[in-house]
């Protein structure tokens, strides 16, 4: 692989490592940055699109109120770059404390990140959260670990 490459998946990594510090201090600030404006999340919650820096911030508000602390965690992350846009997917678990004290694993889901180079940092323009579907029951498979 080319330096220039490896560099850019390096510092994508970073980025994604930022994410984590983010989720866990609470900060929308920090995550706010690592978006780009016109980010399209996919996220677990409805509607089925959220669009623009604001709706995913909201999103990640509404994570931030939902428990008292907060931990993420990446599971094999998968990395791909090319000159100015790149994709990665991972496995993502949020869990914590809730407001009430009950302690929570949470759950595994499946992120797909798509990032673009912007003013010549990665920023993420696309993410992507889901679960399985059992087709029989219609519901959500959240119990599966990777």
Not at 27 to 54: C, K, M, Q
Not at 67 to 77: G, I, S
Request: negative net charge.
């Amino acid at each position: 692989m080319p330096a220039r490459r490896e560099e850019d998946e390096a510092e994508i990594r970073r980025q994604i490592g930022r994410i984590v510090e983010g989720i866990r201090a609470k900060d929308l600030d920090a995550l706010r940055r690592l978006y780009a404006t016109d980010v399209v999340s996919f996220d677990v919650e409805p509607p089925l699109r959220h669009v623009g820096i604001d709706a995913k911030l909201k999103n990640w508000a509404n994570v931030f109120a939902f428990f008292q602390e907060v931990a993420y965690e990446v599971r094999d992350l998968t990395l791909a770059a090319g000159d100015d846009v790149a994709f990665g997917h991972c496995f993502g678990r949020l869990s914590g404390t809730l407001p009430d004290g009950t302690a929570t694993s949470g759950m595994w889901v499946r992120v797909t990140f798509g990032f673009r180079k912007i003013g010549g940092e990665w920023l993420i323009a696309h993410d992507q959260v889901s679960v399985p579907l059992d087709m029989r029951s219609g519901t959500g498979v959240t119990h599966l670990v990777p």
